[in-house]
């Protein structure tokens, strides 16, 4: 098993930043791709971005290319999302997910945080 918390969320006006954090517990850290997820009211989860168990390959949403970006510390066991520029439509519940495999769907993730909520005002 493995276990996930995120932190990091909050307010922040548009234009603003947040960082996102992710403590992964209960298994080799670096074995696992991680990803970003997002869900926000009345709308399915998508995807923010994932990188994989080295951090040599990393995937975004084009809805968030240029200007959020994913990293982790495996010595840290901990995977970040450093969110800039942040918009109105930002605003969702974030979710950290994790598993063996590297990809960019949410549907294969078997690993899942309980989400924060992150909400940017206008």
């Known amino acids: 098993q493995v276990q996930l918390v995120e932190s990091g969320g909050g307010l922040a006006q548009a234009g603003g930043s947040l960082r996102l954090s992710c403590a992964a517990s209960?298994?080799?850290?670096?074995?696992?791709?991680m990803g970003w997820f997002r869900q926000a009211p009345g709308k399915e989860r998508e995807t923010v971005a994932v990188?994989?168990?080295?951090?040599?390959?990393?995937y975004y949403a084009d809805s968030v290319k240029g200007r959020f970006t994913i990293s982790r510390d495996n010595a840290k066991n901990t995977v970040y999302l450093q969110m800039n520029s942040l918009k109105p439509e930002d605003t969702a519940v974030y979710y950290c997910?994790?598993?063996?495999?590297?990809?960019?769907?949410?549907?294969?993730?078997?690993?899942w945080g309980q989400g924060t909520q992150v909400t940017v005002s206008s």
């Open positions: 997910a994790a598993d063996k495999l590297y990809g960019s769907s949410d549907s294969h993730y078997g690993y």
């Open positions: 209960g298994r080799t850290f670096s074995n696992y791709a």
């Open positions: 990188i994989s168990w080295s951090g040599d390959a990393t």
